[in-house]
Each structure stands twice: as C-alpha cells, then as structure tokens.
C-alpha cells in the first residue's frame, strides 16, 4: 500500500520559512515521480513543484521559482520542500503526491497517489 506522509506546515509570518516533509513507503521510489501541489480556499488544487526520484529532476511553477527548493533524502524516503521568503498569497494546504512511471507530476489529473495535507499560513 502507498502511503504518503505530509508534514511540516505551521504558522509563519511574511518573508519566513518553513520546511514541508513527505515521508513515502510501500513504492518502488525509482518509479516514481513525488510533486507538492496546494490548494487556497476557493481555489483549485495547483501543482507547486515535483522531483524525480531516478533522476533528481525538479520542476517548479513560476509563482514560487527561486524560493522554494524540492530535495529527496534517499535514506529516510522522505522529500522535502523548503519554502522561504514567503508571501500571504502561499497560504494553502499543500498535499504531496505521487505519479509512477514518469518523472514529473505538476497536475492534478496526472496523480495516481495523494498524500494529506498539511496547513500553511503566512501572515503579512
């Protein structure tokens, strides 16, 4: 059974940080790509950024380019999405997901796993 664990969310004031985990078990990690999408009240679910585990390839949307960083610690299956310089409008629940058998997953229609999610507020 796949299972994917978000954790990490918290309240943080504009301009902090914060550290979004997604512990995965029960996959074949190669096979899969891992991507953190958010959803704000009254919005749709977005993909924010995504990683390869068989090749490290990231890909991020351009509303968090250059602050958020998506990384794999192979030893604990666990990705990471380090978000800094945040900004109100990143108030979301960010969810983690996965997609077997490519290496990028940005869209809502194109997962095969969802993780719950987990809370993130910034206040300005």
């Known amino acids: 059974e796949v299972q994917l664990q978000a954790s990490g969310g918290g309240l943080v004031q504009a301009g902090g940080s914060l550290r979004l985990s997604c512990a995965a078990s029960?996959?074949?990690?190669?096979?899969?790509?891992i991507g953190w999408f958010r959803q704000a009240p009254g919005k749709e679910r977005e993909g924010v950024s995504c990683i390869s585990w068989a090749d490290g390839s990231t890909h991020y949307a351009d509303s968090v380019k250059g602050r958020f960083t998506i990384s794999i610690d192979n030893a604990k299956n666990t990705v990471y999405l380090q978000m800094n310089s945040l900004k109100p409008e990143d108030t979301a629940v960010y969810y983690c997901?996965?997609?077997?058998?490519?290496?990028?997953?940005?869209?809502?229609?194109?997962?095969?796993?969802w993780g719950q999610g987990t809370l993130v507020t910034v206040s300005s």
């Open positions: 029960g996959l074949t990690f190669e096979d899969y790509a």
């Open positions: 997901a996965a997609r077997e058998l490519h290496t990028i997953v940005m869209d809502t229609t194109e997962v095969d796993y």
